[in-house]
């Protein structure tokens, strides 16, 4: 029984392993597309603020 516990532990750390990276390779690009249309409008609005557009509104 002892010979089997043994086996197993490298059994389960390999699936660890894999759920694991599986996990941390995930497509995260939904939330990068957001952050970066936060931040052309931030960049647009910064532009418009010292070309002197006026206040917004």
């Not at 002892?2 to 599986?22: D, E, R, T």
């Amino acid at each position: 029984m002892a010979v089997l516990a043994w086996l197993l532990i490298p059994l389960f750390a390999a699936i660890g392993a894999a759920i694991w990276g599986g996990w941390a390779s995930r497509s995260r690009t939904t939330e990068d597309v957001a952050e970066l249309a936060g931040y052309a409008r931030f960049r647009d609005a910064m532009e418009k603020s010292r070309t002197g557009g006026g206040p917004v509104g």
